[in-house]
């Protein structure tokens, strides 16, 4: 593996290779003003949300590597304590982009980027109309993490409101991951986009004591078929299928489906089982493995 020490290679180099392994990042798409009123927006990629109760999000509007200055977002939340976090989706991608482009003080990127402003309900930053979120907040807190080119700056926000387009919300009124279609930065000029096929579903193990990965029987944890992914779905499971459970199954047209579907070549019930956890059906896997 490659190893690098920070403290042996330049701020610009480690920057690189921190945004391509710490990714895909959520971007904050931050309005503020200043002390005059002027509006500011610009994107940062170092953010995230990190509590619910209370709602806080905090982001890293950084020093320049290149001259050491700061941006004017972080000036600008000196002298006004306030933030719009807007999404962005990938409908507005490159308006974005085009916002982070680095403008002189006093130039009004709404304008230059094609977007609207609209007002806020609770702080004075205007929020972007063309966003599919928007959380209103005011800063708590802005720590600074050092002088140089590349230092972070972080600002500890409250979300005091949010709002939601109707557009990206399901039947129950929840965000749909494919409606929404957020956008997220990498490294370089690489971004990534949350939707379609880019998009899985893991379950989470919080109402059941999964079995463990240790407690797979060896040939099952040792397959040439079955991966690292798999291993950790069938570790997942509470308990394992009954012997009356296996016999139904495998008289089952389930069963038979499966194995036309998924059983060709050597070592089928593996290939079985593992056509089933791809398709997200660990139990109906273990019935494969158990009946061998």
Not at 36 to 56: Q, T
Not at 121 to 143: D, G, N, T, W, Y
Request: some cysteine.
């Amino acid at each position: 593996m490659l190893t690098i020490d920070p403290k042996e290679v330049k701020s610009p180099v480690l920057h690189g290779y921190l945004l391509g392994a710490v990714a895909p990042r959520p971007i904050a798409f931050a309005s503020t003003i200043d002390k005059d009123g002027n509006p500011n927006l610009a994107p940062f990629s170092f953010f995230n949300v990190f509590s619910s109760n209370p709602p806080i999000a905090i982001f890293s509007p950084a020093r320049s590597g290149r001259t050491g200055a700061t941006k004017h977002t972080f000036d600008n939340i000196k002298e006004v304590p306030e933030v719009v976090i807007n999404m962005v989706n990938y409908s507005m991608v490159n308006q974005v982009s085009l916002a982070s482009t680095e403008y002189p003080k006093g130039v009004n990127e709404f304008g230059k980027a094609g977007l609207t402003p609209i007002a806020s309900e609770k702080i004075r930053p205007f929020r972007v109309k063309e966003s599919p979120a928007q959380l209103e907040c005011i800063v708590r807190e802005v720590i600074e993490l050092g002088t140089g080119g590349g230092a972070g700056n972080l600002v500890i926000c409250e979300v005091v409101l949010m709002h939601v387009s109707e557009d990206v919300l399901d039947e129950h009124r929840q965000i749909d991951p494919n409606k929404i279609d957020l956008v997220a930065r990498l490294g370089a000029n690489w971004y990534s986009r949350t939707n379609g096929s880019a998009l899985f579903e893991v379950a989470k193990p919080l109402l059941n004591l999964g079995i463990g990965v240790d407690q797979i029987p060896a040939p099952i944890r040792n397959s040439n078929v079955l991966t690292g992914n798999n291993l950790g779905q069938l570790g997942n499971i509470e308990k394992l299928p009954s012997k009356e459970e296996i016999v139904l199954y495998k008289n089952s047209a389930a069963y038979r489906e499966a194995t036309e579907k998924y059983g060709k070549g050597s070592n089928e019930p593996h290939r079985v089982a593992k056509g089933l956890l791809d398709d997200n059906k660990p139990e109906d896997a273990w019935k494969v493995l158990l009946s061998e």
